[in-house]
């Protein structure tokens, strides 16, 4: 069973995924070894080698757990938390844990191994956001859950073990850090000035103008301010709204058109780089907010994170965001 | 100039290090690249590739600059932050920044291209430590910091660009967040008992046992309670002391021991691994205080920093620290 576990001096929680669990031996070779064609659990043909699935989209019909389908979420065979049982907390002296309860999805993105997310078209891509959004809204009725991340890992360097185009929805029973910390710099702002932190970041990167990378009717989408990495971009709503589940089916087109952009200026920009997305969206048990507002931080993965940021949580970055959108807005895909 | 940038929602800062500044094209390739012996600053007769030495042990003497050091302490010659200046702020808009304050400096360990830190001798590495205190007491007098950290990245995969054993330096114009964070988690505990966590935490892994590594008269070794990353390894002084650049000489070789002997086992149990350490330690405004406690965490590099690490601050750990901790008191070293 996996556990969560809370560090007493900082309160940082993590999760000690056993059910993952490697022998230390294991470590000692190949690190970055992806799962290719050959073994790949995620390929038409191989459902059986995943959990039943729990969502499919079948344009062309075909039952559960067979090919046929144009996205498929199943459950992950090594989960970081589970969805059976309560949620108990116990102490250890001083140390805390609780047990893992949650969800820990995986979306195959296609049936087609060898596609990346960058060349699929608009609809294709809509209809992932889609899947994201059924699955969040599916998941929010369970009692127990706070919080649901969405996120990509692409390339071995940005985390990936499976070379089969997927992302991961977690969901946990707490409102993780840095969640937290984001939720409540929003809160703050909208406190002082009745307006929502977000909101005021659009405008003033519209008018600006210098970190701006695209924008099409419903979306914006630029180099933030402060980048921890280098071409970090967001793709942020234009319209007010906190939660991603409660997006109109309308407006996720645009969402797709923007992300497809922003992941084809990367990959001519940087060459197919390794990187991350992450859906920021507000934690499940909050009524609708004024104050935050949900939006996607893609992270190409450039550059390691070394001793300094760990200690710091600072983290340093070359480029500056201005040249790193000028560059995103100039480059020929 | 280097430039800090406040996010302004989550109020994070970073670095925009221009100094470092790489045209885009530059990710595109080798992002592993080391510097090998070929073209390595950091070998004896090289003095000249590197800014003038701010500080050299020479057990054999030698004019500063030249051949015949043991340990050699010099700016970086790319630094994320710069001595020169004053400490500016300004807004632009509802963004702020603040000019890059701060000294970016390279321990270099050994004159020797080939030495690894875990195959020095203990009075090897005690002279590192030594030289660690020695620029932290210079660097204090400069009222414009607020807080040091030191760090090592040991390898590619932990972010090391250069092969010669080195170590670094990075004192801040702010008290970084995750210090920040640490500090006033361990103020709290304090309000509550009147005693340290440090030294809450240092007596019940003495207690218990399952989580300790090694110990010696002076420092205990051990897997914390809720490790980021497989096999991350605390050393922890037994007597209580927040700050330290404050240890005396007599204490440095009990740490050099246990570094030495914690370096060596992660070696054998993991096969030389990538790893980071930092040094965590007091902010140098504060006066010697009763809640923090001064310790090195040791974090192998064995994981990558994914989506999901990204979006929540969480992190994912396979491996149990009473399963790590088994594994390195029992490795052969």
Request: hydrophobic residues 35%; glycine residues 6%; contains cysteine.
């Amino acid at each position: 069973m996996p556990e969560l576990r809370k560090d007493p001096v900082t309160g940082r929680w993590v999760i000690i995924s056993t059910d993952r669990q490697k022998r230390p031996n294991d470590f000692r070779f190949d690190r970055a070894a992806t799962i290719g064609r050959d073994q790949c659990p995620f390929c038409p043909g191989r459902e059986s080698l995943t959990p039943p699935e729990v969502l499919s989209y079948r344009q062309h019909g075909g039952s559960a757990n067979t090919p046929g389908w144009d996205v498929r979420v199943v459950p992950n065979k090594f989960p970081a938390l589970q969805v059976e049982g309560t949620l108990d907390r116990e102490g250890e002296g001083i140390f805390d844990r609780m047990n893992g309860i949650g969800a820990h999805e995986v979306i195959v993105e296609t049936p087609d191994h060898g596609r990346t997310l960058a060349s699929m078209s608009e609809p294709e891509i809509e209809r992932i956001l889609s899947a994201y959004r059924d699955r969040m809204l599916d998941l929010k009725q369970d009692r127990r859950l706070r919080h649901i991340l969405i996120f990509k890992n692409h390339g071995a360097a940005a985390g990936t073990t499976l070379e089969h185009s997927h992302s991961q929805l977690i969901a946990l029973p707490i409102v993780p850090d840095f969640v937290r910390e984001e939720i409540e710099g929003a809160r703050r702002h909208h406190e002082h000035r009745e307006r929502c932190i977000f909101c005021d970041i659009v405008m003033q990167e519209r008018k600006e103008r210098s970190r701006l990378v695209l924008e099409n009717e419903e979306f914006v989408v630029f180099a933030p301010w402060a980048p921890r990495s280098p071409f970090e971009t967001w793709i942020v709503p234009k319209r007010h709204e906190s939660n991603f589940e409660a997006e109109p089916k309308e407006r996720l087109g645009y969402c797709a058109q923007a992300l497809r952009s922003t992941l084809k200026r990367l990959g001519a920009a940087l060459g197919d780089p390794p990187y991350n997305f992450i859906v920021h969206s507000n934690p499940l048990r909050d009524t609708p907010s004024l104050s935050y507002h949900w939006h996607i931080e893609v992270m190409p993965a450039l550059t390691h994170v070394a001793g300094f940021e760990w200690g710091s949580g600072f983290h340093i970055n070359p480029v500056p965001p201005e040249e790193a959108a000028e560059f995103l807005r100039l480059v020929i895909t």
